[in-house]
């Protein structure tokens, strides 16, 4: 009379120990970053294998497009290097044999944002990834001694559909206000008077 409530049991386990292990064996759901995406003025490396003559490197132009030997013009801006490569590959196609292409970001040049006024070092800051607004003031040298520390403005924009944003210093380093000190995009201008 016992053996029917305990085997109901054994199955009752085996159940919930298939169930979970069949949970383990999914494949864990990244959630890292996203791949990087070619902008204008990277320089990409492009390989072709055994095609040496194609190999080299190539300046992503302002229209976004490269010019790349036997397919001339292509567009690179706004793709990962894989999504270019595949389409390298698919242009090729006509001339190659089964084309083998690996395209390699040799340096991001795209990501540029200015600082002038009264710091140590105005100009373009070049970085490879967005910078918060007291990380561009650093890169610039930091504040000069009469600089109006509570009265700094980010440009972003042009023209008419510009937009200006204040930034207090003084806030900044009393821990005060810590929304201010915003990821800075392509192009903003940090102006400290």
């Known amino acids: 009379m016992l053996r029917a409530p305990v085997s109901l049991l054994v199955v009752f386990c085996l159940a919930i120990t298939s169930a979970s292990s069949a949970q383990i064996l999914e494949a864990p759901r990244s959630l890292g970053t ?109 504040l000069l001694d009469f600089a109006k520390s509570s009265e700094i403005v980010i440009l972003r924009g042009n023209g008419e559909s510009g937009d200006s944003f204040r930034f207090n210093y003084n806030e900044m380093i009393r821990s005060i206000n810590f929304g201010q000190n915003m990821l800075l995009r392509n192009g903003d201008v940090v102006v400290v008077p």
């Open 34 to 142: 996203p791949p990087y995406l070619i902008q204008p003025n990277d320089v990409l490396s492009i390989f072709v294998w055994k095609e040496t003559t194609l190999n080299g490197k190539v300046l992503v132009r302002p229209d976004g497009r490269i010019s790349f030997p036997l397919i001339q013009d292509i567009q690179a801006a706004g793709l990962n290097p894989a999504q270019l490569k595949d389409k390298i590959e698919d242009s090729l196609k006509p001339y190659i044999d089964a084309p083998n292409v690996t395209v390699i970001v040799e340096a991001i040049q795209s990501y540029r944002v200015f600082v002038m006024g009264k710091v140590g070092k105005s100009g373009a800051i070049i970085e490879p990834k967005p910078i918060n607004v007291m990380q561009a003031i650093a890169l610039a040298g930091g």
